[in-house]
C-alpha cells in the first residue's frame, strides 16, 4: 500500500433476525429451504478456474430425513489434490502482493453478500445440512460468519499497524508476509461459520488454502463458495477438496510447500495430525503453523446460592441447543444437595415442553437430528449403559429413533460417581450428566471440576455469592479457555468472546481475535540506516 493509511470500516456484530411468526426472513428462509428440499445440487471439486467432477460422487441427504437425498459432491483423487496444491502455489505470487486493502475489499463484500442477498440461502442449507433450528442456523452461519469477515478485517489492519521504535538516524519496518507455501483448512460440520473462516483468515493475510470441509457440511459449504466467488476471490487463493480425509491428508502434509494446517475437529484426528507433521518435519521448507480447536468435556457447577430457575435454563440451553453439537456444549454438571431437586424439576418440566424432536422446517422444534448415523450408535450405546448401570440413572429423555431421522431425544443423566463415563467422554450430543455434590464440599468440587476432564474449552459457574464466584474464577483457570459467569457455557461472540481452549481441547488461538490472525503470517524487519558509517573504530577504541 502505497498511496494512503486505509482505515476499514468499523466492525460490528451483526444484528441476529428473530424469525417470528409472520416476519419477512421466516417467510423467504423457509421459501428457500422448499427450493433445496426440492431439487438436487451437484458439488464439483474447485481447482483454479475448473469446476472438476470427477463422476465419483457421494450422496446429502438431511441428518432429519436421512433416506431423502438433496444432492450429490464429487469425491477428488490423488492427483487432484496435488493439481489444487500446484495452483495454490502458482496462485500465491499474484495473491500475496495484492495490496491489503484489496484483499480487505472481497471478504467485506462477503460479508455484505451473507448479510443480504445470500442470507436465506446459506441459514436454510446450514439447516437442511446440519439439522440447525433457524435460530441456530442464524446465529452460526449468518452472524458469526459475518462476524468473523468483517472483524478480520479491523484486526488485519491494526496487525499492519503496529510496527516497531527506530532511533536516531534509523526507520524500523516490520512487514507481516504471509506463510511461505500453502496453508491446509481442514473444517467440521458443526459450524458453517467456522468452515468459511478457517480458509478465509488465512487467506485473508495473504495465504493461499486447500480446503477439505467435513462431508457432512458440504451442502452449505458450497454456499460460501458462491459467496466467495461472487466476492470477487481469485481463482486458486482457496481450492476446495472433497474425499478421503486419509488420502488428502497424506498427499498434503507429504508436501515439501505444506506451512500450516488450520483446523477444527476431533481431538484424536488433530494430535495424529500433529504427529504426521512431526514426522515429517524434514520434508518442509518452514516449520509450518499448526493451529487447532478441538474437543470439550464442558461443564456447569452451580453454586448453593445459584438460583435454581437461572441454573436450569443454562443446562437447558448449554446443553441440548443445536443437539449439544457444539464443541463448548455442557455436558457434565455439579449441583448443590440444597437445591438439585428443585433445580431437576425445572430441568424436567422444560425438557417436557419440548416437541418430539423432527426437522427444523418446522420452526416449533427446539430439538433436531444429530448428524449422523455413527453420531446416532455412539449416542444410544451411552444412554443404553446408563440405563443398565446401577451407578447411573436416566431421569429424562433416554429415547432414540432412527428409522426416519437420526432422533435422540434431549437426555438428563443423573451419576454418584463424579468420574462416572459420561462426566469424563465427550459425546458430542443431546446428553447431560448431572452430579450433586454436598454443600459442604464447594470448594472441594471445584478441584474435582478441574481434575476431571483432559479438556478445557469452556465452562460456567453460577452463583450470587461474589466470593464464591472469585473462588471459582482462581480455582478454575485452567479448565476452560472461555469461562462464565452466570450463564451458559455457550455463544461466543466474535469482537467480544474470542473462542479457544487449552489442554486436549486445542492450541487456544482464539479464533475471532487478532491472535488468530498473526498464526497466518511471518514478520520481516526492515532497519533502514540513514547516514551509514564509514570507519568500523568505536569510540571506546580511542
Not at 273 to 280: D, E, T
Not at 476 to 483: I, K, T, V, Y
Amino acid at each position: 500500500m502505497g498511496k494512503g493509511f486505509f482505515q476499514v470500516p468499523t466492525a460490528y456484530n451483526e444484528p441476529i433476525k428473530s424469525y417470528a411468526p409472520g416476519t419477512a426472513e421466516r417467510e423467504e428462509v423457509l421459501k428457500q429451504y422448499d427450493e433445496y428440499y426440492n431439487s438436487q445440487v451437484e458439488v464439483p471439486l474447485y481447482i483454479g478456474t475448473k469446476e472438476i467432477k470427477t463422476g465419483n460422487t457421494k450422496p446429502m441427504s438431511p441428518p432429519h430425513e436421512h433416506k431423502h437425498i438433496v444432492g450429490h459432491f464429487h469425491q477428488a483423487e490423488k492427483k487432484h489434490i496435488e493439481e489444487a496444491i500446484s495452483n495454490c502455489l502458482e496462485s500465491r505470487e499474484a495473491w500475496a502482493a495484492l495490496t491489503w486493502e484489496q484483499r480487505a475489499s472481497i471478504f467485506l463484500k462477503a460479508a455484505e453478500l451473507i448479510a443480504g442477498p445470500y442470507r436465506a440461502k446459506i441459514n436454510a442449507a446450514t439447516m437442511m445440512a446440519q439439522s440447525k433450528t433457524i435460530h441456530q442456523a442464524e446465529i452460526d452461519a449468518a452472524c458469526e460468519f459475518i462476524d468473523f469477515l468483517r472483524f478480520n478485517v479491523e484486526f488485519m489492519s491494526k496487525i499492519y499497524t503496529e510496527q516497531p521504535e527506530s532511533s536516531d538516524g534509523i526507520w524500523n519496518r516490520l512487514e507481516y508476509r504471509p506463510l511461505e507455501g500453502f496453508v491446509y483448512a481442514i473444517t467440521p460440520f458443526n459450524f458453517t461459520a467456522i468452515a468459511g473462516n478457517l480458509p478465509a483468515s488465512a487467506a485473508m493475510m495473504g495465504n493461499v488454502v486447500v480446503w477439505k470441509p467435513s462431508d457432512s457440511q458440504v451442502f452449505s459449504a458450497k454456499v460460501i463458495i458462491d459467496v466467495f466467488k461472487e466476492a470477487g476471490l481469485p481463482d486458486g487463493v482457496i481450492n476446495v477438496v472433497f474425499g478421503d480425509p486419509v488420502m488428502i491428508t497424506e498427499t498434503i502434509l507429504s508436501n515439501p510447500d505444506f506451512s500450516g494446517l488450520h483446523f477444527t475437529g476431533s481431538t484424536f484426528v488433530f494430535k495424529e495430525l500433529w504427529k504426521q507433521i512431526g514426522n515429517n518435519i524434514h520434508k518442509y521448507k518452514t516449520y509450518p503453523r499448526i493451529v487447532g480447536e478441538t474437543g470439550g468435556k464442558d461443564f456447569i457447577i452451580a453454586h448453593p446460592s445459584a438460583k435454581p430457575a437461572q441454573v436450569a435454563t443454562a443446562i437447558i440451553r448449554g446443553a441440548f441447543e443445536f443437539q449439544g453439537q457444539k464443541c463448548s456444549a455442557a455436558s457434565r454438571v455439579y449441583l448443590p444437595k440444597s437445591t438439585a431437586d428443585e433445580i431437576l424439576d425445572l430441568v424436567k418440566t422444560d425438557i417436557d415442553s419440548f416437541k418430539k424432536p423432527g426437522s427444523p422446517a418446522d420452526m416449533g422444534n427446539f430439538i433436531t437430528a444429530v448428524i449422523h448415523e455413527g453420531s446416532f450408535d455412539k449416542l444410544a450405546k451411552y444412554i443404553d449403559q446408563a440405563k443398565a448401570d446401577k451407578n447411573a440413572e436416566v431421569i429424562a429423555g433416554g429415547g432414540y429413533d432412527k428409522s426416519v431421522g437420526y432422533f435422540i431425544e434431549p437426555t438428563v443423566i443423573l451419576t454418584q460417581d463424579p468420574k462416572y463415563t459420561t462426566m469424563c467422554t465427550e459425546l458430542f450430543g443431546p446428553v447431560v450428566t448431572i452430579y450433586v455434590y454436598e454443600d459442604s464440599d464447594w470448594a472441594k468440587t471445584l478441584k474435582l471440576v478441574d481434575s476431571t476432564s483432559e479438556y478445557a474449552l469452556t465452562g460456567a459457574v453460577l452463583s450470587t455469592d461474589r466470593y464464591a464466584i472469585d473462588e471459582a474464577t482462581k480455582a478454575l483457570q485452567n479448565s476452560a479457555g472461555n469461562f462464565y459467569i452466570n450463564d451458559k457455557p455457550t455463544g461466543a461472540v466474535v469482537g467480544q468472546q474470542p473462542f479457544g481452549g487449552a489442554r486436549a481441547s486445542g492450541t487456544n488461538d482464539k479464533a475471532g481475535s487478532p491472535q488468530n490472525l498473526l498464526r497466518w503470517v511471518s514478520p520481516r524487519l526492515i532497519k533502514e540506516t540513514f547516514v551509514t558509517p564509514e570507519d568500523y573504530r568505536y569510540p571506546f577504541l580511542g
